[in-house]
């Protein structure tokens, strides 16, 4: 069965949450949408902010501030431009909207300084609150439609299966990068590695997709730091995206925003910046 279009997969997704065509087709929130457990949407024609329900915590788990969280705590996403984003979290604010559940906010770089301008900290969550002591992670979001030309090594890349697969590629990224946020043992992730000529994996991609016809999404890129500068991560990403082409209009990544080595690379394969973020947990 063909998989729907980004339009009708926007249109069948948003309709559930009340997200208007122009953010639920949004790569970013597109990528995640069919199974985010919405609890709230503010939007315009510049920004969106959804509230998400996150996983409750065990019984005494505490927050980064050392307070219990909520049985149902929430993290805020949000996408467009930083001042649109200020100013809906405002108005939401100010409605008594936003609740006390807040615990993590991912939204568009920048709002964090400008909504300190619009609102007291009294009146915000912590996680909004600047000189709360919380750190700030900057990082961008990628996307790309169009297939990635030839990269030197590709005849080295190969899907990763069978019952080995696991731990071959944790072996790998215990070495290349062991704070790798996809995981092997997650059923959902298919894997793809880069062979040294002995046979050896050198550097490996994960890519999850929700469902079909939404945005594969590529995490865990890492490549062993003794073959680093070999191509590695610009041949495995760039099979991995045209696999991905092949099943879905968009594909999408993560990066942290001053990893200018990895931005080259997804640069020279035709990604393309489509929302800059900071998060706060």
């Known amino acids: 069965m063909t998989a729907p279009d ?3 997969q926007a249109r069948t997704l948003g309709g559930s949450t009340g997200l208007t065509d122009r953010w639920a087709s949004h790569p970013f929130v ?5 199974e985010w457990d919405v609890r709230g949407v503010w939007q315009d024609e ?4 959804l509230s998400v329900a996150l996983a409750a915590p065990a019984a005494g788990v505490e927050g980064p501030d050392g307070a ?5 705590a929430v993290g805020l996403w ?3 431009s930083a001042e649109a984003t200020a100013d809906v979290l405002a108005r939401v604010v100010g ?4 609740g006390d559940r807040v615990v993590s906010a991912g939204l568009p770089r920048g709002t964090l300084g400008l909504l300190g301008d619009r609102v007291a900290d009294a009146d915000l969550p912590s996680v909004l609150r600047d000189g709360e002591g919380r750190s700030v992670s900057s990082w961008d979001f990628f996307a790309t439609r169009e297939a990635p030309p030839a990269q030197p090594g590709e005849e080295r890349v190969e899907a990763l299966t069978g019952s080995s697969a696991a731990a071959e590629v944790r072996a790998c990224l215990d070495v290349a990068n062991p704070l790798a946020e996809m995981s092997p043992e997650d059923p959902w992730v298919r894997w793809w590695g880069w062979r040294d000529p002995d046979g050896a994996l050198r550097g ?10 939404t945005p594969w999404a590529l995490g865990s890129i890492a490549t062993d730091p003794a073959w680093r500068g070999h191509g590695i991560a610009a041949a495995t990403t760039a099979v991995v995206t045209r696999a991905g082409l092949a099943e879905a209009d968009w594909v999408t990544l993560g990066m942290y925003a001053d990893n200018d080595p990895a931005r080259r690379v997804y640069s020279r394969l035709g990604y393309a910046v489509v929302q800059e973020f900071e998060s706060r947990h």
Request: charged share 15%.
């Open 204 to 213: 490996v991609v994960g890519a999850r997709q929700v469902e079909p016809g």
């Open 68 to 72: 219990a969280r909520p049985a149902q």
């Open 30 to 34: 597109l990528t995640d949408l069919a």
């Open 46 to 49: 510049h920004a969106c902010v």
């Open 78 to 80: 949000g996408v467009g």
């Open 6 to 8: 980004t339009r009708t």
């Open 95 to 98: 409605s008594g909207a936003i």
